[in-house]
């Protein structure tokens, strides 16, 4: 990557989609996430568009994969369960039997 784990702008939104695969990049991003919805007291995190895989034209991904998505979506919720969080799952029914 180019030090910055950004993919593709989303369509009719200012949010951009990840480049799931650099973990070392986003690890201490989503800890800090995570971090901080602990100290605020929440007892649950929704992370929302993790199925970027699926959706890998507007990511500018086309080698994204499933096992990728797996990967990332696995490790965030340990690390949510690392902070006694619970975490949901949305936009990514298609692993649910696999998580």
């Given amino acids: 990557g180019d030090g910055y784990p950004f993919a593709g ?6 949010e951009r989609w990840l480049d799931i695969r650099e973990l070392d990049l986003l690890t201490p991003i989503m800890e800090a996430r995570l971090d ?15 199925d970027s895989y699926s959706h890998s034209n507007a990511t500018n991904l086309d080698t994204l994969s499933h096992k990728d998505q797996l990967t990332y979506n696995t490790w965030l919720a340990k690390e949510a369960h690392k902070r006694n969080l619970s ?10 039997s696999d998580l």
């Fill in 9 to 14: 702008k989303m369509p009719y939104s200012d």
């Fill in 36 to 50: 901080l919805a602990k100290n605020k007291g929440c007892d649950a995190v929704l992370p929302s568009h993790v």
């Fill in 87 to 96: 975490i949901g799952l949305k936009n990514d029914m298609k692993q649910i």
